[in-house]
């Protein structure tokens, strides 16, 4: 299962960024959908998840409220809108699935993008 994660980049602190993964058609239909991110020397964490079928969807208490969820059905495409960019945020973002959501610790799940940049300046 190869997925695709993008947009990631340099802004000042308060501003957007949006992220973007490209997934399988069946993986996109079938599969729970989940970022997450990893800052340097810190462990990988979740931040927001789709369930199967976007039945419901879930943030971290850190990001809640200032990112959210979204798809293009048409374009197999997750994305994640990130408002109000802090410092903290600044981390290797990841799109992951699995066939269900279990949880939100990284080893539930299977299969991962290979990550992408965002760096939030003060």
């Known amino acids: 299962v190869q997925l695709q994660a993008s947009g990631g980049g340099l802004v000042q602190a308060g501003g957007s960024l949006r992220l973007s993964c490209v997934v399988p058609?069946?993986?996109?239909?079938?599969?729970?959908l989940g970022w997450f991110r990893q800052a340097p020397g810190k462990e990988r964490e979740f931040v927001a998840v789709?369930?199967?079928?976007?039945?419901?969807?879930y943030y971290s208490a850190s990001v809640k409220d200032r990112f959210t969820i979204s798809q293009d059905n048409a374009k197999n495409t997750l994305y994640l809108q990130m408002n109000s960019l802090k410092p903290e945020d600044t981390a290797v973002y990841y799109c992951?699935?699995?066939?269900?959501?279990?949880?939100?610790?990284?080893?539930?799940?299977?299969?991962w993008g290979q990550g992408t940049q965002v760096t939030v300046s003060s």
């Open positions: 058609e069946s993986v996109f239909r079938d599969y729970a």
């Open positions: 789709r369930s199967l079928n976007a039945g419901s969807i």
């Open positions: 992951a699935a699995d066939r269900k959501y279990s949880g939100d610790y990284f080893g539930l799940w299977t299969y």
